[in-house]
């Protein structure tokens, strides 16, 4: 048997391109393609209290198997006006803006560097510091993307949290690090760092690891707990199309648990599972039970997604779509389970149903 379940309901874009975009659409060419963007944001928009979205991340092992950071392209230059993504942040965090002459030289322009309060007048003194490492980014979820979207993340110009201008050494010293390794010297931006780099990764779907999360929610709890909001890249999407939301880690005890290990999704293959064993919650599931999901796909319509109780029956949580064609789930459903007994392994059960391409399950948290 089974019942059908019902899904719960800019970076800084340069000086010259925010004022073509005031005038209407803006076209950008970005990785071969050519999209229009318009006033209204295409993603879906996640606003949490500080502290709360530090709890949501989802925790997994982190994989860095197959890393090359010539696999994220940069700098690039999205809007062809001459100047690449370095150049752009520089024209964009200069305290003193600065001339843009020939070849995008940039000269007169003076820069501050809060990782370490040191200003300077010479580009040169300064690197582009992607906010959560290309290294740590490919370790929490970005080696399951598209060199598209790798190329779009070390460019991400559209939240002004995801790069900023500091200190060369100090970008250097920090190199691939998490906040688990690494903080900036000056105690009195701790908050404000933390802030962008968990901004940054639910902005883009990445996980944890344990140590980063604890370190993380440690900072969090000595800062004003501030509402965060975060236009989500991967996993956006809009109508009824399940969308990046409160996502749960397993802080019920007993009566939840997290799946992080990766399960690959096979083109038009036959259902895969993945398992979590709950114990020592001896009652009924909750009548509003919670099933966070972290699927890398290119073409989301292509999976469905089921959760197998212990006793059989079976849940529908997204049927496949030949109309969405956005990348990704990462999504929480709301399900009532109050029919099932809490304890015993649950299934989650997914299935690409289209041919084209695969994905990959890479962390998964039942609440129950």
């Known amino acids: 048997m089974y019942r059908t379940l019902r899904p719960p309901v800019p ?89 843009v002459g020939s070849g995008c030289t940039l000269s007169g322009g003076r820069w501050a560097s809060y990782y370490d309060g040191a200003t300077w007048t010479d580009p040169a003194d300064l690197d582009i510091d992607h906010m959560v490492p290309l290294a740590e980014a490919w370790d929490s979820g970005a080696r399951n993307w598209t060199s598209a979207q790798r190329q779009s993340f070390a460019n991400d110009l559209g939240d002004a949290r995801t790069l900023a201008a500091v200190t060369d050494n100090v970008n250097q010293s920090k190199s691939d690090q998490d906040p688990a390794e690494w903080m900036p010297s000056v105690a009195s931006v701790a908050c404000r760092y933390i802030t962008e780099f968990t901004a940054v990764k639910v902005r883009w779907g990445l996980t944890v690891d344990t140590a980063e999360k604890s370190k993380l929610t440690s900072v969090a709890a000595g800062c004003t707990n501030s509402t965060v909001t975060v236009d989500v890249v991967l996993g956006g999407g809009g109508g009824t199309t399940p969308t990046a939301t409160a996502t749960p880690t397993g802080t019920g005890g007993a009566c939840a648990g997290t799946n992080g290990t990766d399960v690959s999704i096979p083109d038009a293959g036959a259902a895969v599972t993945s398992t979590i064993t709950i114990s020592g919650c001896a009652r009924a599931a909750s009548s509003s ?26 849940y529908v949580l997204k049927s496949a779509s030949t109309t969405d064609s956005a990348a990704n789930i990462i999504t929480t459903y709301t399900a009532n389970l109050s029919a099932e007994t809490a304890n015993g392994a649950w299934k989650l059960s997914l299935k690409d149903n289209a041919s084209g391409d695969t994905g990959t399950l890479t962390t998964w948290t039942l609440t129950v």
């Not at 690449?84 to 803006?97: F, G, K």
């Not at 972290?294 to 959760?307: A, E, K, M, Q, W």
């Open 11 to 99: 970076r800084r874009l340069s000086v010259r391109v925010r004022l073509a975009a005031a005038g209407g659409a803006l076209a950008i060419v970005a990785a071969g393609l050519v999209s229009v963007l318009t006033a209204a944001p295409a993603q879906a928009a996640v606003s949490q209290p500080l502290r709360t979205m530090v709890a949501n991340l989802p925790v997994a092992t982190e994989v860095r198997t197959g890393y090359d950071r010539d696999l994220f392209n940069h700098w690039i230059d999205a809007d062809g006006d001459g100047c690449n993504t370095r150049y752009e942040v520089l024209i964009a965090e200069a305290t003193t803006t600065p001339s």
């Open 289 to 314: 039970s919670t099933v966070y999901v972290n699927i890398t796909h290119p073409f989301r319509g292509d999976v469905s997604i089921y959760l197998y109780a212990p006793d059989g029956t079976y």
